[in-house]
């Protein structure tokens, strides 16, 4: 399990993304910050996929979240939750909005980006998070600047068009 700072720090680093922490996100980001600290100290994931990353028990990065002073869990349903820092402002980019308010030249980017890709540069991981994180790791150059949350939404607004 990861440890309370770590899960303290992924929900900070959500926050700073601009992304709602729903315990299925957080739980991803616990496994992205495990696996980061897992390569410090010598460690080395088999390959890219966070899936195939350190193994984070949900029920017990649930109970780290519920026993924090500084966590607020919401839950919104038999299976979902989401996480909020006490005393701290929560202001998400909602990825679900169909308003686009992203400017044409953004989207003509990433239509050329999209275009010159070619073999392993043109293929994208399913879901909208993964593909959103590859975008801005790969720095994509129509992404560059923009939050991992903001980024969530143009890959979300592109799936539905």
Known sequence: APSPAVVLESVRSLYADGLEPFGRILLRRARERCAASSSRRGGRLASRSIDEGPCVDPAALLRIC???SELDVRFLGPHEYKVLLVGVPATFI????????????????????????????????????????ELVEGRAPFVEGRLLGEVCHIVQLAISR
Do not use: K, N, V
Request: hydrophobic share 35%.
């Open 66 to 68: 519920l026993a924090s």
């Open 94 to 133: 909602d990825p679900d909005l169909s308003e686009d308010t992203y400017p044409l030249e953004m989207w003509t980017h990433a239509a050329q980006y999209f275009r010159s890709s070619q073999g392993a540069a043109a293929m994208l991981p399913g879901g909208r998070y993964a593909c959103a994180r």
